[in-house]
C-alpha cells in the first residue's frame, strides 16, 4: 500500500490544482462583460441560427475567447473541461450523434460523411502518409448505416497506387445504386521541387466490399514558372446527394514579395456530373472571371454559384446558374464598414447571405467600432436584419474590449 502513497498524492495534488484553476478563471469570467446585438433593422429572429466568435481585451494579461449565439455570451472558461478539450462542434456532427450515437463514435470529418434518408455513410481515409514517421497502408475505412432496420456495414479497404501518394484527403462522398462514389485531393510524390496533385474517383462496392473504379478527374504539376492550386468552393448541401461538384483550378505566380498573383487567363471552373461522368468547363461572363480565387472562396448549391466579392465598404454577391451559364441576380450590400476588404466574415445558408463586419483592424489603429452583422435574402437582396455588438451593462467604456472574428451558422 505504501507504493501507491505517492501516486494517490500526486493525483490529488493535480485534481485540487485543476480545481482551484477552474474556480480562479470562472469567477474571472463572472466578471467579464456581457454582450448582445442591438437591432437596427429587420428581425431579431434572424439571430437565433447565427454564432458569432470572437474575444474579449481588456489589457495585453486579461484575454479570453468568447461567442455570441441567440444574444447570449460565453466565455471559453464557463465551458467544461470537455468543451474546451474537444473544442468548437460542427452543428451537423451534434446532430448526427444525437440520432446516431453508437454508429457516430469516432467519426468527425463532415466532408466524408453522406446521408440521405435512408442511409449514413463514413469514408474517411486513415493512415495518411504526412503524419506518420513510418508508412502504415492508406485505407478507406467505409462505414454504412440503414438507418430503418439499423443494421451498419464496416469495412476497409487499401487505396490502390498509394505508394504515389504523400497523403489522400476526401472532398466528397455520394451513394449512387448502391455504390459509393468518393473524391479525394490527392498529393502526390515527385522527385524535384515540383508539386503535384490530383483528384480522383473512387467508386466502392459496398455489397463486394471492393474498389472497383479509380478516375483521375484532374491532374496537375506546379513548378517555378506555374503554380497554383486545386480548390473546391463550400457546398452548401454538404452531405446531401448532390450531382454535382466544383472545382477551382487557380493558377499564378508568387511575386518578389511572397505573395500569390493570380493569372485568370490560366485558371478555370470545372464541374463534375456524377451521373453522366462528364468533367466540364464552364464559361464564365467577364464581370466574373477577374479572379478564380474568389470563386474558391464561393459557395454553392448544385444549381447555382454564389461568388462574393467586397471593399471596405460594401459586398457583392453575385448568383451564377450553373446549367444555363449565367448570371441571375448580383446584389450589393453595404452599410457595413471595415479596414480592408480582409475584414468581413461572411457564410451563405438558408437561402440568405451572413455577413459580419469585423472590428480588429480598427483597434489596432485606436479606431474602435462595434461588430456589425447583416443578413440578407438571397432571391430579393431585401435585408432581412442588422445589428451591431452592444454590452448589457451601463459601463460602454468595456465595449471596447470585445473584438469579433468570424461568424457560424447552424
Known amino acids: 500500500m505504501k507504493r501507491y502513497i505517492g501516486s494517490i498524492i500526486i493525483v490529488m ?7 482551484t484553476y477552474y474556480v480562479k478563471i470562472a469567477s474571472s469570467a463572472s466578471n467579464f462583460p456581457k454582450y448582445t446585438f442591438k437591432t437596427l433593422e429587420g428581425n431579431d429572429k434572424e439571430l437565433d441560427t447565427v454564432i458569432i466568435h470572437g474575444s474579449y481585451e481588456e489589457n495585453p494579461t486579461m484575454y479570453e475567447e468568447l461567442t455570441i449565439q441567440s444574444n447570449q455570451t460565453i466565455y471559453t472558461s464557463e465551458k467544461s473541461y470537455l468543451e474546451n478539450l474537444i473544442g468548437p462542434q460542427d452543428k451537423r456532427i451534434e446532430k448526427l450523434v444525437k440520432e446516431h450515437r453508437s454508429f457516430m463514435r469516432g467519426k468527425e470529418n463532415i466532408d466524408s460523411f453522406y446521408e440521405d434518408n435512408d442511409f449514413l455513410a463514413y469514408v474517411p481515409v486513415t493512415n495518411n502518409r504526412e503524419v506518420r514517421i513510418k508508412p502504415i497502408p492508406m485505407k478507406f475505412d467505409v462505414a454504412l448505416l440503414e438507418k430503418k432496420s439499423k443494421d451498419e456495414t464496416s469495412f476497409e479497404i487499401e487505396v490502390p497506387e498509394q505508394e504515389r501518394f504523400w497523403s489522400i484527403y476526401v472532398r466528397d462522398v455520394q451513394l449512387i445504386q448502391s455504390k459509393l462514389q468518393v473524391v479525394t485531393t490527392n ?3 515527385t522527385n524535384n521541387e515540383n508539386q503535384s496533385t490530383e483528384i480522383h474517383l473512387y467508386t466502392i462496392d459496398v455489397a463486394n466490399k471492393k474498389i472497383v473504379k479509380d478516375e483521375t478527374l484532374i491532374a496537375e504539376t506546379f513548378n517555378n514558372t506555374t503554380q497554383g492550386y486545386v ?3 463550400t457546398s452548401v448541401s454538404s452531405m446531401q446527394p448532390n450531382n454535382l461538384i466544383l472545382f477551382t483550378l487557380v493558377k499564378g505566380l508568387n511575386n518578389e514579395d511572397g505573395n500569390f498573383k493570380e493569372k485568370p487567363s490560366e485558371s478555370s471552373l470545372l464541374t463534375y456530373n456524377y451521373e453522366t461522368g462528364k468533367l466540364e468547363k464552364v464559361t464564365l461572363p467577364k464581370k466574373l472571371s477577374g479572379s478564380y480565387e474568389s470563386i474558391r472562396d464561393g459557395y454553392f448549391d448544385e444549381e447555382n454559384l454564389y461568388i462574393i466579392k467586397g471593399d471596405t465598404k460594401n459586398n457583392h454577391v453575385a448568383t451564377f446558374n450553373i446549367s444555363s451559364q449565367s448570371v441571375t441576380s448580383d446584389f450589393k450590400f ?8 480582409n475584414g468581413f ?9 451572413y455577413i459580419l463586419g469585423t472590428n480588429g483592424t480598427f483597434a489596432e489603429k485606436g479606431e474602435y467600432k462595434p461588430g456589425q452583422l447583416l443578413i440578407a435574402d438571397l432571391k430579393t ?3 432581412l436584419y442588422k445589428g451591431e455588438t452592444v454590452i448589457q451593462s451601463a459601463d460602454q ?10 461568424l457560424d451558422v447552424q
Open 13 to 19: 495534488v493535480i485534481l485540487l490544482s485543476i480545481g
Open 187 to 189: 498529393d502526390v510524390k
Open 231 to 233: 480548390e473546391m468552393p
Open 334 to 341: 453595404d452599410g457595413l464598414s471595415v479596414h480592408n476588404e
Open 345 to 353: 466574415s461572411t457564410t451563405i445558408k438558408n437561402g440568405r447571405v
Open 381 to 383: 437582396g431585401k435585408t
Open 397 to 406: 467604456k468595456k465595449n471596447h474590449g470585445l473584438y469579433v472574428n468570424y
